[in-house]
């Protein structure tokens, strides 16, 4: 290696002399809405470190990350295995993205990722999962010749313009339109709609892919035992591609492989990003099968006509392989399924004593819990009714902050409202966490919603304070 200077960049003073411009930076260059709304929830706590699935504020408090980058951080933060790979990298000096070769890592990173999905052949690396969505509906177009796209209500897919063609949310596609033609949703869970939009796109020019998530990450809404194998045999019977977007549920987050796995589906194309970063480095990837990635790369001058600039970098590719290899060395994958299980079984206890607790459902550890509307037949359910509706007059879903926002405050535990206008909380923990952090989420969650029963309580002077932050929005 070189023994050239490092220059005048010291990571370590720019992070010690400008760590209180933090939010001031942010709402002076980038997004101040959302400056904006971690000061008014009382989010804006100031990390400075994270270590597995701890994050720590500069007083030293530790706080329970949920989030985990919305699924990035599936070995926890800063794993000392993807540390050391991409410490190699750089001491390496590999000749990185040679346009006009191709990549050891990426071909290895290949075999294992396909070593782990029978039946799927190819692999497409790109950058990130939207980007993985932008190119699957290329592909699906080139193999089948044929325009039409199905996707799900409730669906997330990723927010560049062809994913936000397959969105599901009107949030999202709002004042973004004209999107992608022959986008068509159908609802989730619904085979004889799925099966009637297959008939119709036949008529009308052809159907060329059926995406979805197998557990939809807005939401956490799980599909019933036969709805994945029936549609995916429905798609066949129509010639049309089968594409699970894994991006969020694959990689072991719901306790297999491949999400696909519980329900003994086989796709045609399969969607991975997220975790795959090993939390570092973005990296996407679309696996298929020979034929269809084929029709797209069919002859020497057409071997460019898709690709991605970055999507091989040996950076992003290390951190693949190191992420695998990791998941098989500590047994991730069976750990989520084991600590999922337990995990739920606790928080489905809670059920009994919290009438306001409504479902506990997922895979692993991606878990929704669901909020909803208490009977005004119980002692107090009168008014602690009228205290709901209060809230969901404000603005539907503002519940789950009157949840969110003591579980921080008092507990150091973050977490999210699983999309806008829901009630439904979503889990994403790292695979890593222990024994002591399933405690820690068990008891949080009963004080916070233990604390949400009790009228008059300083929980609701917060929901009343929400409230009437909502009414004010609405009526500006």
């Known amino acids: 290696m070189s023994s050239g200077t490092s220059g005048t960049f010291d990571l370590a003073a720019i992070l010690a ?37 701890h994050l720590y504020d500069a007083a030293g408090r530790r706080y329970l990350d949920l989030l985990s980058g919305f699924g990035v951080f599936a070995l926890g933060r800063n794993h000392p295995a993807v540390v050391a790979a991409l410490h190699q990298v750089l001491d390496a000096q590999l000749p990185g993205l040679v346009q006009l070769d191709v990549s050891l890592l990426a071909g290895v990173l290949a075999e294992k990722l396909l070593a782990k999905m029978p039946g799927l052949e190819r692999l497409f690396f790109c950058n990130s999962g939207t980007e993985a969505v932008e190119a699957a509906i290329k592909f699906a177009r080139m ?19 062809g994913a936000l063609s397959l ?12 999107l992608l ?16 939009a297959l008939k119709q796109g036949a008529r009308e020019g052809g159907v060329a892919a059926f995406i979805v998530e197998p557990i939809q990450g807005k939401g956490v809404y799980m599909p019933d035992d036969a709805y994945l194998a029936e549609a995916a ?49 973005p ?13 797209l790369f069919d002859r020497m001058d057409r071997a460019l006509v898709h690709g991605s600039t970055f999507g091989k970098n040996d950076m992003a590719m290390a951190a693949g392989i190191a992420t695998l290899e990791t998941l098989d060395a500590e047994k991730l994958v069976e750990k989520a399924d084991t600590t999922g ?9 809670l059920k009994d004593k919290y009438e306001l607790l409504k479902d506990v459902r997922g895979k692993g550890l991606m878990i929704g819990l669901e909020f909803g509307p208490p009977s005004s037949l119980k002692p107090g359910g009168l008014k602690l009714k009228a205290a709901w509706h209060l809230l969901d007059t404000a603005r539907r879903g503002l519940f789950c902050q009157m ?13 999210q409202v699983s999309g806008d206008d829901n009630y439904i909380i979503k889990l994403l923990p790292t695979l890593t966490i222990d024994a002591a952090d399933r405690r820690w989420i068990v008891e949080a969650f009963d004080d916070v919603i233990g604390d949400c029963h009790q009228i008059g309580g300083a929980v609701w002077d917060l929901g009343r304070s929400l409230a009437k932050h909502g009414l004010k929005n609405k009526a500006g």
């Open 181 to 196: 033609p022959e986008c068509v949703k159908v609802p989730f869970n619904d085979l004889p709609a799925l099966e009637a």
């Open 283 to 295: 990296v996407g990837a679309v696996a298929m099968k020979h034929w269809i990635f084929a029709k």
């Open 167 to 178: 969105n599901g949310s009107e949030l999202f596609r709002k004042g973004f339109g004209p």
């Open 403 to 415: 949840v969110l926002i003591p579980l921080l405050r008092d507990h150091q535990v973050l977490c």
């Open 143 to 161: 193999a089948t010749g044929k325009p039409r796209i199905l996707y799900c209500n409730h669906a997330f897919h990723g927010l560049t313009t």
């Open 17 to 53: 002399e400008r760590r209180g411009e933090k939010y001031a930076l942010n709402e002076t260059y980038l997004n101040a809405q959302l400056v904006r709304v971690l000061k008014t929830l009382g989010y804006d706590v100031n990390f400075v470190r994270g270590e597995g699935p």
């Open 341 to 349: 299980k337990a995990l739920m079984s606790e928080l489905t206890a």
């Open 233 to 281: 045999r429905l798609c066949r019977r129509h010639s049309v591609l089968f594409i699970a977007d894994e991006i969020q549920t694959g990689l072991g987050r719901s306790g297999r492989f491949l999400a696909c796995e519980h329900w003994n589906v086989e796709p045609d194309i399969v969607l991975l990003a997220k975790a795959l970063s090993g939390g570092f480095v």
